[in-house]
């Protein structure tokens, strides 16, 4: 039986991030980077100004050309150290327009939760729960390329070995770790990897300045999966930092599984939604009982708990995608406890806020990720979908 979910209170506000840079980290002696939210007014001159840059060299850091590039308030820029020593890329981004309403780039933290209700809302302040306690039992931060290690790998196919898997694309940041921008070569996994240490699925998974990149691309089915290695009991949050650049045919899920289920796919993490289970994704798990799933996308989240679809929503007013490679939004699922799983989805506009039916399963589960692909060529041009393909992912916490 479920322990009873304790709900720790407070309130945060999320405002619009101010002037120079947000935020920066340095690793392992790399230059810091500076992220830039751009502002009402500011143009590529007056923020390259403020940081002792000409458009030109703050272009080339975020893999334009400046001139043909359009700002809209709150997208990330890079301000790179010495940038003039990046070598632009082919790749060139093209601009979403975004939402008028304020952007937020600060993590919800723990708030007092509204009443629960199946009819989703939307709102530009998230008040995100913490049950059951303060501290959440699992983090991965990603300050060191070590905390890859800190989860177990897996690989599928629709079809193990077959030949029309895309060979190799250009995953984001090259070898110096550039910026997103930057492209570096990643060579695809020709056959199924079992669970597994990260070092068993190639550079479909890799680091980055105090973040995790996971790049996977196929013209069939296909997903790279990854899972804290260990069981959690009684979970009632996960919350994760991704990007979510529009790239067509690409999508991440995230699930909550019993270790029972688990045990019977004989520890497999390869979970395929409901709509692929008989065709393309049938070489893969299905979520049965009462494992819960959620499937995010650009365009949409859809919840399965087992083998049905509980929740769907596609109106999200344009405020899931975009064509920025650099912000990461904060997501959170939250187990009320009261029959309803509190969706926090923050994008540009503001945060998506859902109440999806269902809960998680009581008990000891296993939490997966999962970067899923399906023919992804099919979507914007094959060149573009080999140089816009990867999730960057950060500050994974369950509670």
Not at 5 to 30: H, P, S, W, Y
Not at 86 to 114: I, N
Not at 247 to 254: A, L, M, N, P
Not at 368 to 389: E, H, S, W
Request: proline share 8%; net charge neutral; glycine share 10%.
């Amino acid at each position: 039986m479920k322990h009873p979910r304790k709900i720790i209170a407070g309130l945060v506000a999320v405002g619009l991030l101010a002037g120079t840079a947000t935020f920066a980290r340095a690793q392992d002696g790399q230059p810091t980077v500076k992220h830039h939210a751009v502002q009402q007014g500011q143009s590529w001159a007056s923020i390259a100004a403020t940081y002792g840059m000409t458009a030109n060299e703050l272009g080339i850091a975020n893999g334009v050309k400046w001139q043909n590039s359009a700002l809209f308030l709150g997208r990330v820029l890079h301000v790179v150290p010495n940038v003039t020593a990046l070598t632009p890329t082919t790749a060139t981004p093209t601009s979403a327009t975004p939402t008028s309403a304020t952007p937020t780039t600060a993590k919800p933290t723990t708030a007092t939760p509204t009443t629960a209700t199946p009819t989703p809302t939307t709102t530009a302040q998230p008040s995100t729960t913490t049950p059951g306690g303060t501290a959440p039992q699992f983090v991965a931060r990603f300050d060191t390329a070590a905390d890859l290690d800190k989860f177990d790998w897996e690989v599928r196919h629709g079809a193990p070995n077959d030949p029309s898997l895309t060979p190799s694309w250009q995953g984001d940041h090259d070898h110096a770790c550039g910026t997103p921008y930057t492209l570096r070569p990643v060579t695809q996994v020709p056959g199924d990897v079992a669970p597994g240490p990260v070092a068993n699925v190639g550079n479909l998974a890799y680091w980055c300045r105090g973040h995790m990149m996971t790049s996977m691309v196929t013209t069939g089915y296909g997903h790279l999966d990854f899972s804290p290695r260990q069981n959690f009991n009684d979970v009632s949050k996960v919350c994760w930092d991704q990007n979510f650049t529009q790239v067509g045919r690409k999508w991440t899920q995230v699930a909550v599984i019993p270790e029972d289920l688990i045990r019977a796919n004989g520890g497999s993490l390869a979970y395929t939604m409901l709509a692929l289970q008989v065709d393309v994704g049938a070489a893969a798990e299905r979520v049965t009982g009462n494992a819960w799933m959620l499937i995010n996308g650009a365009g949409g989240s859809e919840v399965q708990i087992g083998q049905q679809m509980t929740y769907q929503n596609f109106d999200t007013g344009g405020l899931l995608g975009s064509q920025d490679k650099a912000r990461r939004f904060r997501n959170c699922a939250i187990d009320q406890g009261d029959g309803t799983v509190r969706l926090e989805l923050e994008r540009f506009g503001g945060t998506v806020i859902r109440n999806a039916p269902g809960s998680f399963p009581d008990g000891p589960v296993r939490v997966i990720f999962q970067d899923v692909t399906y023919d992804a060529p099919k979507g914007p041009p094959f060149q573009t979908v080999l140089q816009q393909n990867t999730w960057h992912w950060d500050n994974i916490e369950v509670w």
